[in-house]
């Protein structure tokens, strides 16, 4: 593997080694020391064009656990247009001798130039690009879903015949997005919970199914996850796009309120990407249960990045650097 | 890389099946005992070797030690000093019995030694799992050509051999046959 770019990138078998790659990674994170020298030497580069702390710590945690020597390139306030700026950050970061980049940028698309301009040799992994894709966010997912719905399946195993659920803004999501490209490789069934006007156009072509009402969805999928997108407050006034009328209503169709928790399976895994807006798309009740795993997520998203940047950073001595 | 000379067997089933039954019967005597002994097989050819080496010293020893105590794996990998000239591979689990290893005397089990490199990985994985009282090395077979200060205690056969040629270790658990092959 050269570069992440996308979760649609990836083929079964890829996406499989990064998370049994993972699952070995998580299992030395038990122990008293934690650290790997596997990547010792090397530098990897948080190049971060967006705030979002929580990615970049658990990126930078990942790097250190691997002993990496770690770079945070803010990049925020930059005032050249975004195509400049890009490639004389890359040409930066090539100068330093930067032995991989971790980016994440608003514009859709950033890591795809940054990985295929010729600026820079070093391996790419997108954090994040504007509404496009969060792959290591989908791999995390897909890590923690095997983990707890295919317990006795050890490695090699996708996520097959499983239904999951994904409720919210798809429109802005690249989780989502990202999701729906992984969890159909790996051979789970998608569908997409959400108000007409937060569907992209085209999602229709997507490999999930799509659906405007959750009551009905849960119901008839019985899901084994649910996973609640988070809702920006500022998407419900008209200068926001006025994507929904009210919170109140958002949450009375699309909430994970006490009655449709109920109404899941007593198997069925609580997820959300985080931050949470408690009460808004996911209530305390459902976010607190022992059937959440939205701490958990965030403990694995550390393992599913070792494993990502171990896979790209081992074995490239032969490529130009 | 092959010497372009014919492939030959130079351990059939049965000389494989002796030597582990010999280091099995060495490790036991050298340790009096196997109460204290861990077995970690170095993936990937070193764990089926382990287990088997694991089930003759469980009959030695008549039943004074269990195969779930006494055999694991190892997987160096992450510890190797020419990662990056590799191409990438899958990690192995690591799985060491619960009783862990600290205080053991952690026998090390590979199919073939040859730069040492894979057994200096192996100590140093092993240093962040624990602290082994001592630590041996069993393996089946001794090519030589070591680039490292690295020796092991129990060798199945000591064969020598030039550098182009290739070892090639088949074993019924992963393989179609238990041989060992010079090509």
């Keep these: 593997m050269r570069h992440l770019l996308s979760a649609a990138d990836l083929s079964r078998e890829e996406a499989i080694t990064i998370l049994d790659t993972a699952a070995t990674m998580a299992a030395t994170q038990s122990r008293a020391i934690k650290k790997l020298p596997a990547l010792r030497g090397l530098t990897v580069v948080n190049l971060f064009f967006e705030d ?3 990615t970049r710590i658990s ?3 990942a790097a250190k656990r691997l002993s990496a020597d770690v770079i945070n390139f803010a990049a925020k306030g930059s005032s050249v247009s975004k195509g400049e700026s890009l490639k004389d950050t890359a040409q930066t970061l090539q ?9 994440r ?5 950033a890591p ?3 990985a295929t301009s010729g600026w820079i040799d070093a391996p790419v992994v997108n954090a994040g690009d504007g509404m496009h894709q969060h792959p290591t966010q989908a791999l995390l997912d897909a890590f923690t879903m095997r983990r707890h719905l295919m317990p006795e399946a050890g490695t090699g195993a996708g996520l097959d015949g499983k239904r999951v659920v994904i409720v919210g803004d798809v ?6 997005r990202s999701n729906v490209d992984l969890l159909h490789t790996l051979g789970a069934e998608v569908t997409l919970v959400a108000p007409p006007t937060l569907l992209p156009i085209g999602a229709s072509t997507w490999p999930c199914r799509i659906s405007y009402d959750l009551d009905t969805t849960i119901a008839e999928q019985a899901p084994d996850a649910i996973m609640m997108l988070r809702v920006q407050r500022e998407r419900m006034s008209s200068a926001g796009g006025g994507f929904f009328p009210s919170a109140a209503e958002y949450s009375r169709r699309y909430g994970l309120d006490a009655a449709r928790f109920e109404a899941l399976p007593g198997h069925a895994l609580i997820m959300h990407p985080g931050p949470m807006n408690r009460g808004l798309e996911i209530s305390a009740r459902a976010a607190d249960s022992d059937r959440s795993t939205i701490v958990e997520q965030v403990g694995n998203g550390v393992a599913v990045r070792m494993a990502v940047l171990y896979l790209v950073l081992a074995g490239n001595e032969g490529t130009p650097s | 890389m092959t010497s372009g000379a014919p492939a030959r067997v130079v351990l059939s089933e049965h000389d494989i099946s002796r030597a582990l039954t010999r280091i099995a019967h060495e490790i036991v005597e050298r340790n009096k005992g196997a109460e204290e002994v861990l077995l970690l097989g170095i ?7 382990a287990t088997r080496i694991g089930a003759r010293i469980v009959e030695a020893e008549s039943g004074r030690v269990s195969a779930a105590e006494l055999v694991g794996t190892i997987d160096p990998t992450m510890y190797r000093d020419d990662l990056r000239r590799q191409p990438t591979r899958g990690l192995e689990p690591t799985r060491i019995p619960p009783a862990g290893l600290t205080d053991k005397v952690v026998v090390l089990v590979d199919d073939v030694l040859y730069s040492g490199r894979t057994v200096r990985a192996a100590l140093d994985a092993l240093s962040d799992v624990g602290r082994p009282r001592a ?3 069993a393996v089946l077979v001794d090519r030589g050509h070591r680039e490292l200060p690295i020796r092991a205690d129990y060798i199945g056969k000591n064969l020598p051999t030039a550098r182009h040629e290739r070892v090639s270790v088949h074993l019924r658990e992963l393989d179609d046959a238990d041989e060992v092959v010079l090509s």
């Design chain 1, 105 to 109: 940028h608003s514009a859709s698309g």
């Design chain 2, 135 to 137: 630590v041996q090395l």
């Design chain 2, 43 to 49: 993936p990937t050819r070193g764990v089926p070797l």
């Design chain 1, 112 to 114: 795809h130039r940054l």
């Design chain 1, 95 to 103: 100068a330093m001798g930067a032995d991989a980049v971790v980016i």
């Design chain 1, 171 to 176: 429109l802005h999501s690249r989780v989502a």
């Design chain 1, 52 to 54: 979002s702390t929580r």
């Design chain 1, 59 to 61: 990126f930078e945690a």
